[in-house]
């Protein structure tokens, strides 16, 4: 079974830091690209970050571009993003989400974990 | 503000049709076939309904139709059944800065 499982969540400071991982099972994981998509507090799906399967392409929202880092550890079929310099809208549950690729886009998503939970508060 | 619009609610009986649109620009929607749609659940995680378009991944109801014309995306839901009821959100390729744009989300009620 495919299957994704966020870690890492919790309260931060503003300011502060936090690393979120992404353990996944159940599929050959450097195959495909993969994601992070947020969602604040009774709020809508944001796009936070993709990485292609190989790493070799990353992309990041405008939003979190130049504060949070995405990577992905294919022998270890973990997938992690980096959060630095932390502010209070940045507070929301974080899903990682493998990419469904087709011929012309990798980046539709077909399977979500459950999410980790990150609130920016002091 | 969310880069794609669409409409915050939606509704129908069981067994009626509903259309929700998502209107997008010539920059994202426009411009490519990159349309997907998301189903949520409240409490759970999003499911892939549609992609390009107009597309079912395996196991997606047939009753989930997607279309698309000029600006605009449009996801139909016909034969409406009670576990319909959720949040619907479409995405669109944005361009090489903001790959992923997403629409504010639909909620969906049936009657």
């Known amino acids: 079974e495919v299957q994704l499982l966020e870690s890492g969540g919790g309260l931060v400071q503003p300011g502060g830091s936090r690393r979120l991982s992404c353990s996944a099972s159940?599929?050959?994981?450097?195959?495909?690209?993969m994601n992070w998509v947020r969602q604040a507090p009774g709020k809508g799906l944001e796009w936070v970050s993709s990485?292609?399967?190989?790493?070799?392409?990353?992309k990041y929202a405008d939003s979190v571009r130049g504060r949070f880092t995405i990577s992905r550890d294919n022998a270890k079929n973990t997938l992690w993003l980096q959060m630095n310099s932390l502010r209070g809208d940045d507070t929301a549950v974080y899903y990682c989400?493998?990419?469904?690729?087709?011929?012309?886009?990798?980046?539709?998503?077909?399977?979500w974990g459950k999410g980790t939970t990150v609130t920016v508060s002091s | 503000q969310s880069a794609l619009t669409q409409p915050p609610s939606a509704s129908g009986s069981p067994g009626q049709s509903v259309t929700i649109s998502c209107t997008g620009t010539?920059?994202?929607?426009?411009?490519?076939?990159?349309v997907s749609w998301y189903q949520q659940h409240p409490g759970k995680a999003p499911k892939l309904m549609i992609y390009?378009?107009?597309k079912r991944p395996s196991g997606v109801p047939g009753r989930f139709s997607g279309s698309k014309s000029g600006n605009t995306a449009s996801l139909t839901v016909s034969g409406l059944q009670a576990e319909d009821e959720a949040d619907y959100y479409c995405?669109?390729?944005?361009?090489?800065?903001?790959?992923?744009?997403f629409g504010g989300g639909t909620k969906l009620t049936v009657l």
């Open positions: 989400a493998k990419g469904f690729p087709t011929r012309l886009f990798d980046y539709y998503m077909d399977v």
């Open positions: 159940g599929f050959t994981f450097g195959s495909y690209a």
């Open positions: 990485i292609g399967g190989g790493g070799g392409i990353i």
């Open positions: 010539s920059s994202d929607i426009g411009s490519y076939d990159y």
């Open positions: 390009e378009v107009d």
């Open positions: 995405s669109s390729y944005g361009g090489r800065n903001n790959l992923v744009v």
